[in-house]
């Protein structure tokens, strides 16, 4: 009886709108950040068809227009197969609540926030406390998804990879993703993108706090630190540093840190690992230098140490021993790591004479940054530090801005108005979508224009809502957030809701969890589109686990926008 009522209601509209049938709404979740770009995408109606004519943006409260224009023609995508159209508004619209009309047609409705990005901030930033190491999450700072503390590492075992013997301590830091393991690779990019915001915008990051533990330095460097500490653990006397610790397979979804009580080991010492980690603690010395000066010699001393032992072993790469099933991080190509850590210690105050063999590096075409290629950072480092580089950041800003450009390109022409294309759908899609943002971000400081911006902004919401699943991509965030992430404390705890803050991988066709075993899923990838081919459920490692280093890249893409709207002179401006 009410369908019948609500099909006959819905064709009445239908004929008196200048839109056919609802199309289908996605937008931003969360909250949008006040006077900033904000983009809504309209997907397909059921009867197939894209609005046309003339849309309104409606102040819900008080019934006035505030903004207006036409609907675009729909766009193509090749991560899709299909097209949608992306409504941009003006950088205008104060706090609020508005609604998206067309004719007398609601389309769908929104909110404006004064503080959405520092909110989204805090609470992406709170998913690293959330998955500390060695530590009891109280319910003072971690709420219903508070849990004793698991695995100490203070006996951890020497696996014969590493040629050695005996157990050693290697206690706190983050667990990796949703297993239990650390790994210093991608704690490498992870710290690396951290520690950049501290001393890009420290006047913003000395002051942005959240609850958390309390300590003397500000809240974001009090959280790297537990990272760090354990980091600085993982280094041999020689300087070289192992690859990871961590059991020999992953323990079961079901249990909670504590109960995971199996054997650690740390496995053979690499070149990446050493020099992801020469890169971090040449960067952590600058950071540390002025709030606390022992740590920051102490972090200078280890890096050194660890370049060094990169020179002496430049190519030792990671094989997985035979009775270790646990997260590789294997890399071969390792140009990329050597120029992050060089350009680091550069800045330290290495010389001319360290520095040339580097400057053929410099010059190469870019992506954005991924656990397995941070050459990217290096740019940004080398962008960010004119005063050392010289002539060498003319090479740097052209390379990021030719990259830049291939991204606001793809956000100004495609359905969904994101930078992602079919090619970058990998495992992991999410946090290359925010690695991309971060790009973007990069590129509108340092001389590219406010498509940068815009499309940096795009990325965000596609994360929060404005996608084809109408889902929120970071648990806890939004209406409709993932529900089910490949988490383990999320997964056993008695909590219904997931713990929140976590970026989720995103789609890709890899399937590597697609099959007919308990903890695999069903088979998502039926429409053949990367961009369809994700799924909300716990089994999903390939497409719905968390991770540190996408945490990272979110935090990045929306603390960069934090920075810009709040560094002195007021350097936030579309019109630029
Ligand atoms: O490098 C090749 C590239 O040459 C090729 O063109 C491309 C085609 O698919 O594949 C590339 O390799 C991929 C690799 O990541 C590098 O991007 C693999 O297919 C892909 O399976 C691999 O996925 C990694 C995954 O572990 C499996 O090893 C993810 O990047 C990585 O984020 C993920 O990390 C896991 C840890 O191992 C364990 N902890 C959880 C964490 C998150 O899922
Ligand atoms: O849970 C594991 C996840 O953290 C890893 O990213 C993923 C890929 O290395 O592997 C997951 O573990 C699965 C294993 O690889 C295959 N059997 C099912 C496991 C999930 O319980």
Redesign the pocket.
Known sequence: MLGSVFILFATSTALAAPVPAMPAYRANQANYQAFSPIHMVLGRSPAGGFPQGAWTVMDSARGKIMAKGSFPAPRGWNALHDSAVVIDLPPSLPAGSFRLEAGKTKLGTFRVSATADRDLFRIAMKAFYHNRSATTTTPEFAGRWGRPAGHPDTLVRRHPSTGQAGTFSSPKGWY????Y?K?IV?SGITCWTLLDLAESHSAVFDTLSWPIPPGKEPALLRELRWNLDWMLSMQDRDGGVYHKLTTLR?NAMTELPHQDVGDRFVVMKTTAATLDFAAVFYKAARVFAAKDSAYGVLCQAAAERAWAWSVAHPSTIYHQPTDVR?????DTVLSDERLLAAVERRINGAGDDFWLPFRRLVDQPRKEA???DVGALAIYAIVGHPEVFGADTVAASFRLLERARILADRAASTAYGASIDSTDF???SN?VLANQGILLLHAFRHGGDSSYLVAARRDLGYLLGANPFDSSFVTGVGARPARHP?HRPSVADTVLSPVPGFLV?GGHL?G?DVGPNSWQCRDYRASGAPALSWTDQACS??TN???I??NAALVGLVGGLVALRECAGGCYSVTR
Not at 176 to 179: K, L, N, P
Not at 326 to 330: A, D, S, W
């Open positions: 990796d993703a949703g297993d393991g790994y991608n992953f646990t997260g590789k991080y294997e991924s656990w397995q990998v495992w992991g946090a490949h991988g890899g590597q490692y390939a686990e968390v991770a280093n996408w």
